[in-house]
């Protein structure tokens, strides 16, 4: 039970530390019980000298079971064996940082390649190729150099370089002995052996030389190496993450999709494994395949033809569209997800409006903070409104029923429309939006917002270009229609004969006179500019 009550609390931050002092206190009493019995004060001499002393005294001969009852539920129980216990125990050191206190346990069980990893971890490499190195090889003036000769890896003086001769026979573990002497000296050379010594089939070694060759950006060699990794443990994530992910690079498009449909039949809760998969279908064509180019068995040749003519050119879309939503229903924090949602979404056709609603309104959630206005896809946004007035009559009255029309406008009117700030384009937008709503007011308020954007980057550019000049002129001309076609109409939500702007010649000259005095330095021969004469001259006669 104890047991048991330690493992539990060993996954949880609030009590992991006194899961492990229960282990801890379970693998003394166990020591105690299985190597000293002749002292009523039960303890036993380790091997560096100290005394181990059971947290539990040893129950009298009355209060214990005799050993047969106990045999009778060995199965039941399947209680693990002392080893077991302490390797476990050290196991949870580590995972706490406790390096030498896990470093005693495993040099006591004889467990090298851990013994090896804890003083590596201790900034102490040259004991972890001393111990690795005595394990695999033999020293060429014949001296023993098993790991057993020595009591203390700090009484052994023998030279590193000297284990040269291959040990015959070796140790059952020598696949990843080699694997770890490898990662230490970064020798891909130790990889191989540990690949040939295992008669190909350990696995970690051609993930480490994939990984090793990754590194040297020797992209084909790594694939070959995860490939063959793969054919030894087909069952492992990672590998098939990494392998995807270097076809990728090599723009193998067709095994990248191989390889992370691989991956996600084994996790399908890995987001960028979802996203790196849209990310490979886009770029197949058409008509290809999606497992490296494998023929289809049902399919005669005869009737090959007869298929390609009806292949979906958005079929790969479609897939891709699939798995980036899924990518960001698990990693809904990831703004790169959702913006390459929106980019797959609207190359549909038909294009899922609701569904692009969403990922822009996400996008706004996750980035109008730190880029404002920057954050919505402007393109996007006026297919939109496109749409939404395709498909309602002029005059619309928005709705609580749900659907398209009610997620733009709250978008918009909700998200957007306060993000606004430098925008004219985005004014624009709303301005035309306003219109089809029948809200003369609002339109006008936004033609007026974008003029003050245009005439604001205008005196604010440290020298005004061309283009600038004409962005105000054209903002003027959009204000003065605006001006003239909305001035006389009635404000909604007001009282019966309340003009939407009353003294809209007024405002219209005044607007026109403020571009004027802008652009008459430098722009007065402009064609822009004496278009802006020609409207205040027009005004002043009417």
């Known amino acids: 039970a104890l047991l048991v009550r330690s493992r539990i609390e060993g996954y949880k931050s609030r009590t992991v530390e006194r899961g492990v002092l229960q282990l801890q206190a379970l693998v003394d009493q ?12 039960p303890s036993i001499q380790v091997s560096d000298g100290s005394e181990t002393s059971s947290f539990l005294p040893r129950p009298k ?27 476990e ?77 291959l040990q015959d026979p070796l140790p059952a573990d020598s696949p990843r002995l080699f694997c770890i002497l490898g990662d230490l000296e970064k020798s891909p050379t130790m990889y191989e052996q540990a690949w040939e010594v295992s008669k190909h089939r350990y696995a970690r070694a051609q993930r480490s030389l994939g990984k090793h060759y990754f590194n040297e950006a020797k992209l084909h060699k790594s694939e070959e190496a995860y490939a063959k990794s793969l054919r030894v443990n087909a069952l492992n994530h990672s590998t098939w993450f990494s392998l995807g992910c ?38 197949l064509p058409a008509d290809a395949t999606v497992d490296g180019g494998r023929k289809d068995p049902e399919v005669n040749d005869e009737d090959a033809g007869t298929k390609d003519n009806k292949v979906d050119p958005q079929k790969h879309i479609h897939s891709a569209f699939t798995a980036l939503k899924r990518a960001a229903a698990l990693k809904r924090e990831s703004h790169r997800i959702w913006t390459n949602l929106l980019n797959v979404a609207v190359r549909l056709s038909p294009p899922p409006y609701t569904e692009i609603i969403i990922a822009q309104t996400r996008l706004i959630d996750l980035l109008s903070r730190s880029q404002g206005e920057g954050c919505i896809d402007i393109e996007v946004l006026e297919g939109l409104v496109g749409h939404f007035i395709a498909i309602t009559p002029s005059g619309y009255t928005p709705s609580n029923k749900p659907g398209f029309e009610k997620m733009l406008l709250e978008m918009l009117e909700g998200k957007i429309t306060p993000l606004i700030t430098t925008s004219r384009r985005l004014h624009l937008l709303t301005a035309k939006l306003s219109l089809h709503l029948s809200r003369p007011f609002a339109a006008l308020a936004a033609y007026e917002k974008a003029w ?53 010649r007024f405002k219209s000259r005044s607007a026109i006179r403020g571009a004027i005095g802008r652009g008459r330095d430098v722009w007065s021969e402009s064609e822009g500019y004496e278009v802006l004469e020609k409207r205040f001259t027009e005004l002043k006669g009417s």
Not at 31 to 37: D, L, N, P
Not at 90 to 103: D, E, I, K, N, Y
Not at 106 to 130: G, H
């Open 30 to 41: 166990v020591i105690v019980e299985t190597s000293s019995k002749s002292s009523s004060n």
């Open 61 to 87: 001969a009355s209060e214990a079971a005799p050993a047969s009852e106990r045999l009778r539920y060995i199965h039941q129980l399947a209680s693990p064996t002392r080893w077991e216990l302490e390797a």
């Open 89 to 165: 125990l050290a196991s949870r050191w580590v995972s706490l940082g406790g390096l030498r206190t896990a470093l005693e346990i495993y040099e006591r069980l004889q467990m090298w390649p851990e013994v090896a990893l804890c003083w590596a971890a201790n900034d102490r490499e040259d004991k972890a190729r001393k111990i690795i190195r005595r394990q695999l090889y033999t020293s060429a003036s014949g001296t023993p150099t098993s790991n057993d000769a020595f009591p203390s890896i700090d009484d052994d003086d023998t030279n590193v370089n000297d284990l040269t001769i």
């Open 246 to 283: 270097i076809r990728l690079q090599i723009e193998d498009w067709s095994g990248a999709v191989d390889a992370f449909a691989r991956a996600i039949q084994i996790e399908d809760t890995d987001a960028e494994c979802w996203s790196n998969l849209a990310a490979a279908l886009l770029q």
């Open 452 to 504: 003050r954007v245009a005439t604001g980057q205008f005196d604010t550019a440290s020298s005004a270009s061309e283009a600038h000049w004409m962005d105000v002129v054209d903002a003027t001309v959009d204000l003065v229609d605006a001006y003239e076609s909305l001035g006389e109409r009635q404000k909604e939500g007001a009282l019966e004969g309340e003009k939407v702007a009353k003294d809209w």
